[in-house]
């Protein structure tokens, strides 16, 4: 019920918002007709159809990524385009005189003759109006969209999303029972001036420029005359103290980690055993891309044993049983065995396709994968985990899976004794285990962790599963502030240094230069690091014990702990080849804008 009186008041603020003028006269100009006849059906038209395009993105949802691709450079065209309508009138009329014989053929569709309204015509005023009133959604709107990409689009949403619209109409329905004179008051609140008009065109322009070379993200946010984010964020942080109080976690909530490792099926403790029938391979449905391949079904995979693989490419528990499972895709495909990996993002940057496609590419990853932005596939099997293995039969049943890194020989044994009932006799003379060609390129990340000496665990820079942070002050949320690292760290303990916007999932550098403090205990060292939104590679340099690491330096650092972020993965940072003890880790970075996101250990 909360939630519900949560979307209701988002849409209720969007009147507030400088995106619904194009909305209002609209909405106005039913002002002189009964309300219940023409201003009642136009509100409901517009509310209905919102929360059936909003759902309908909910389920699609891959239009998400192709936003983050392309979306910020279309806006920033629109926004040029916007302002130099301020600064030259002529031009705006020119852009605006194609919608004015729009608007002025629909309205003379919907009045019949004499100036009657049509029946029907105020609702279709109202579906217009929707499409119209659709980017004026907050952030109370995002996280009932972004609910519902991670648990599936239900009556439930949709439910929330006609809340969101049904607050929108009420407002909107106040505006019009008042009529047309808050119309008149606001044009002349709005046309304060012409040289006012022109300053607002010009500093448009300025914050174009801006974003556009990537110097101020912030610059539009800083002019708008009305702030609504701010007052819906305020709703959105009271929610999530609320669920957090309660116990509610997300459905991605257990992260991939050292616990994660040790987990495996509790059934079967031989392979020679009967395997049991764990449940019918799901549909594979709802990928946004597929890539090495078509998409696949279940029913097209009937007569194939199937390893169906969830991974995601930062996640180094993933990277750590890549060898194995790119060694069986490759040894017994001829004997029917299909691998399947399933891409499933933990962090933002994951859902972008090319960052995807590269991954990869520099993986050797050649059999299918699946880009399951929309966790679609990951919900169908329930599962939770990175990495997951899920062994299928060639009738389509799930016969075993196995969570986290290790028991290979285990999981092998399964291959051959699937296919084996398949009726490929041959799989089991396949030597075991993975060749000494596979093992070649199991060198960096990928080498298997020294279990035996790791005292560090999974650690995460963002707030809302940041743990130990021990700079002076604590973790400041979503703005920018100046931290100092800590003079002893504990084992375990982290902390910054310089100016650090933390988010909740990750912390930016905003300052011109910045440190990462851990002491930590293991043979291997990684961070997941990205460049700035622009971009721009990010040079770093690595100290471990206050000096250069010299032979204990990772894959992606030289033995005088210089490298560079050019790209969004993880990096391998420490690789000790001595002694592993208690180390204090420093990285400082030389450029501003990148981003951190987690430690790993190995």
Known sequence: MFLLILAYLGGALTILSPCILPVLPFVFSRADQPFVRSGLPLLAGMALTFAAVATLAAVGGGWVTQANQYGRWLAIALLAVFGLTLLLPRLAERLMHPLVSAGSRLSAFAQADGGQVRPGSSFLLGIATGLLWAPCAGPILGLVLTGAALRGASAGTTLLLVAYAAGAATSLAVALLIGGRVFTAMKRSLGAGEWVRRGIGAAMLLGVVAIGLGLDTGVLARVSTVATGGIEQQLVDKLSARQAQAGNGAAMATPSGAMMRATSLKTGESAAAALPVEGQLPGLGGAVEWLNSPPLTAEALRG???????????????????????AWAQKYRDQGLVVIGVHAPEFAFERNLDNVKKATRDLGIDYPVAVDNNYAIWRAFNNQYWPAHYFIDAQGQIRFHHFGEGEYAKSEQVIQQLLAQAGHADAAKVAMGISHADTQNVQGVQ????????????????????QNFASPGGEAQDKAHTYTAPANPALNDWGLAGTWQVGAEHATLAGASGRIVYRFHARDLHLVLGPGKDGKPVRFRVSVDGGAPGSAHGTDVAADGSGTVTEQRLYQLVRQTGKVADRTFAIEFLDPGVEAYAFTFG
Request: charge should be negative; charged fraction near 25%.
């Open 304 to 326: 194939k044993v199937v390893l169906v693989d969830f991974w995601t490419y930062s996640c180094i528990n993933c990277l750590r049983t890549l060898p194995y499972v790119r």
């Open 447 to 466: 080498m298997a962790a020294d279990e035996a000496e790791i005292q560090s665990g999974e650690t995460y820079l963002g707030y809302e599963r940041a």
